[in-house]
């Protein structure tokens, strides 16, 4: 089943799977790619740095985040995201599970074209503690049945 | 030469290299891992969506974003990002030849650390036309030099 715009619905909320669980290597080959920095390149040298151990770029959490949303949220036509506002509270380790929590915050159809919507909604990435490893808040589209 | 919260101030700008063009192999790839919808995924697929043929997801734009940012903002102790607010004005297609420029809209000095501030800048991503394919505003820490 697909949600179009009028499925979508203020309170409305979705939880995902788990992600399998990160490792180490992930962690070191998204920031060798992306966000090359020692905290999240090297376990000795991410001890002497602020984070005091090898953390998960705050990227690659973004990512893991839109991955999990796509396999949780049937959005007719797709996951269009207009913005998002991400914080990271705290710091992701080799070896944690994620998951993600989202609670639809406001529905509002587009007056410039109504057969389509804004939607905007809470995620909040979790790990294995319960712990909220990102808080984010998306602006997405959704498509009107109408003109489906 | 390292940048220390005292060297940091209001209206500095930075600007980066260009990242090479980006591949439909690398946006599929990206995609495949983290954002598996048609219109990252099969050009042929992605012409009957929203986006009109292959699109970068946004979180591959500010994974290449932040990239730019470590090769172009020497921070000391490196950067952390505390939160980041992003919006994807155009699409990322094919091609496309990304850098960034960055301007410091804000500098604080941490009220309960006075060894560490905060370091609001913009960072916009701009394409090979300078069209702005994302604009972030990120909140990042800062380490004072009194105290390394």
């Given at each position: 089943?697909k ?19 990160l490792s ?13 920095q020692?905290f999240?390149?090297d376990?000795?040298?991410a ?7 090898l953390?998960?770029?705050?990227w690659?959490t973004?990512?893991?985040?839109m991955?999990?949303m ?9 996951l ?16 944690d599970?994620?998951?993600i ?29 319960d712990?909220v ?10 498509f009107?049945k109408?003109?489906?």
């Amino acid at each position: 089943m697909k949600l179009y715009f009028e499925d979508i619905s203020v309170g409305m909320t979705f939880e995902s799977d788990k992600y399998p669980p990160l490792s180490a290597t992930q962690i070191v080959e998204f920031a060798s790619d992306f966000d090359p920095q020692p905290f999240h390149l090297d376990p000795l040298e991410a001890k002497e740095t602020f984070f005091g151990g090898l953390a998960a770029s705050g990227w690659h959490t973004a990512a893991i985040t839109m991955r999990l949303m796509v396999q949780t949220i049937p959005v007719a036509g797709g996951l269009v995201g207009a913005g998002a506002d991400v914080t990271w509270p705290a710091a992701v380790r080799p070896g944690d599970v994620l998951r993600i929590v989202v609670t639809v915050e406001s529905v509002r159809r587009s007056s410039s074209n109504p057969s389509r919507g804004f939607v905007g909604a809470l995620i909040e990435t979790l790990n294995q503690d319960d712990v909220v490893v990102q808080r984010s808040r998306v602006r997405m589209l959704a498509f009107s049945k109408e003109q489906n």
